[in-house]
C-alpha cells in the first residue's frame, strides 16, 4: 500500500520518538495548542521511491486539504473487540 497516497495518523506530529507510546497506542497530547499538526506516513505517488516505505513521516495540519494524502479504515471483527 505504501506510495499511493500519505496516510494521516491518529498520532500528534513530534520531532522524535523520545517519550513515545510503548504500547502501540496513538500519542495524543493533551495541550490543544500542541495538537494542531499530525503525523503522515508512507510516501505519495509523487515521491521518489525511497520515501515510500511506512517509516516515512511528515507532519500535517488536519483542516488543510492536500492532494496527496487520504487515510485508510480499520475495522475490528467483533471477536477481536470481546
Known sequence: M???VWEWC???WHDSYEGAPTDGSAWIDQDPKDAAK???RGGS???FPVI???ASRINGIPREAY???GFRVVCSSPE???
Request: contains cysteine; glycine residues 4%; negative net charge.
Open 80 to 82: 477481536t473487540l470481546a
Open 38 to 40: 499530525r503525523l503522515v
Open 67 to 69: 492532494i496527496n494524502i
Open 10 to 12: 491518529l498520532d500528534h
Open 45 to 47: 505517488w509523487d515521491d
Open 2 to 4: 505504501h506510495g499511493n
Open 52 to 54: 515510500c516505505r511506512s
